[in-house]
C-alpha cells in the first residue's frame, strides 16, 4: 500500500527556522516525483514545487523560488520542505504529494498534511 | 494568482447536474497539457477524482466526468448527492510558470 506520512503540526515564532518531512512507503520512491502543496486558512491549493527522489532534480513555482527549500533524502524514502527564516503568512497546512509518472501528470497519492503555525 | 480559473461556487439540489468550469490559456490546457480534477472533503486532503483529462481511477462513481476543449477543461457532477459537496480543483501543466504544475481556483459544490 502506498502511504505518505508527514510530520507532525508545528508552532514557530516569526524568523525561526523549520524543516518538515514526509515519508513514502509501499512503492519506489526514487521513481516518482514528490511535490509540495499550501493550503492556507479557507483558501485554495497552491502547487508549490516538487522533486525527483532519484537524481534531486528539483523545480520551483515562480512564487515559492527562493522562499523554501525542497530536498530528499532517498536512504530514507522522506522528502522535505524547509524554511530558513518563517513569516506569519507562512501559516497553513502543507501537503506532500505522489505525482502519478512524470512531472505534468496528476497526483495520486497525498500525505495526510502538516499544519504549520507562526504566531509571536 | 492562479492561470486556472474556476467559479468561486456552484449548487445544485440532489440528482440534478451541476457542471465546473476551469478556464485556461494557450501554455496549459490549451497547449494540450493533461487536466486533472480533484476533491477536498472538509478537514481532509485532496483526493484524486479524475485523471488525464476524462480518466476516473478505480473506485470513483462514474457520476463524475471530466472533458476539455480549447484552452478550457470541465468536471460534471450528475445525479448529485449530498456527499459530493466539497471544494473540487483542476490542475494542469504550465509552460508560462517555469515549467510547472498550477491548481485552479477552487469551487465549492453546495448541495441544497
Known amino acids: 500500500e502506498v502511504q505518505l506520512v508527514q510530520s507532525g503540526a508545528e508552532v514557530k515564532k516569526p524568523g525561526e527556522s523549520l524543516k518538515i518531512s514526509c515519508k513514502g512507503s509501499?512503492?519506489?520512491?526514487?521513481?516518482?516525483?514528490i511535490a509540495w502543496v499550501r493550503q492556507m486558512p479557507g483558501k485554495g491549493l497552491e502547487w508549490m514545487g516538487l522533486?525527483?527522489?532519484?537524481?534531486?532534480?528539483?523545480r520551483y513555482s515562480l512564487s515559492f523560488r527562493g522562499q523554501v527549500t525542497i530536498s530528499a533524502d532517498k536512504s530514507i524514502s522522506t522528502a522535505y520542505l524547509q524554511w530558513s527564516s518563517l513569516k506569519a503568512s507562512d501559516t497553513a497546512t502543507y501537503y506532500c504529494?505522489?505525482?502519478?509518472?512524470?512531472?505534468?501528470?496528476?497526483?495520486?497519492?497525498w500525505g495526510q498534511g502538516t499544519l504549520v503555525t507562526v504566531s509571536s | 494568482q492562479s492561470v486556472l480559473t474556476q467559479p468561486p461556487s456552484v449548487s445544485g439540489a440532489p440528482g440534478q447536474r451541476v457542471t465546473i468550469s476551469c478556464t485556461g490559456s494557450?501554455?496549459?490546457?490549451?497547449?494540450?497539457?493533461?487536466v486533472h480534477w480533484y476533491q477536498q472533503l472538509p478537514g481532509t486532503a485532496p483526493k484524486l477524482l479524475i485523471y488525464?483529462?476524462?480518466n476516473r481511477p478505480s473506485g470513483v462513481p462514474d457520476r463524475f466526468s471530466g472533458s476539455t476543449s480549447g484552452t478550457s477543461a470541465s468536471l460534471a457532477i450528475s445525479g448529485l448527492q449530498a456527499e459530493d459537496e466539497a471544494d473540487y480543483y483542476c490542475?494542469?501543466?504550465?509552460?508560462?510558470?517555469?515549467?510547472?504544475?498550477?491548481f485552479g481556483t477552487g469551487t465549492k459544490v453546495t448541495v441544497l
Open positions: 522533486i525527483y527522489p532519484g537524481d534531486s532534480d528539483t
Open positions: 490542475q494542469s501543466y504550465d509552460t508560462s510558470l517555469s515549467g510547472t504544475q498550477v
Open positions: 494557450s501554455s496549459n490546457i490549451g497547449a494540450g497539457y493533461d
Open positions: 504529494a505522489r505525482h502519478g509518472s512524470g512531472v505534468a501528470s496528476s497526483i495520486d497519492y
Open positions: 509501499g512503492y519506489s520512491f526514487t521513481s516518482y516525483w
Open positions: 488525464g483529462n476524462s
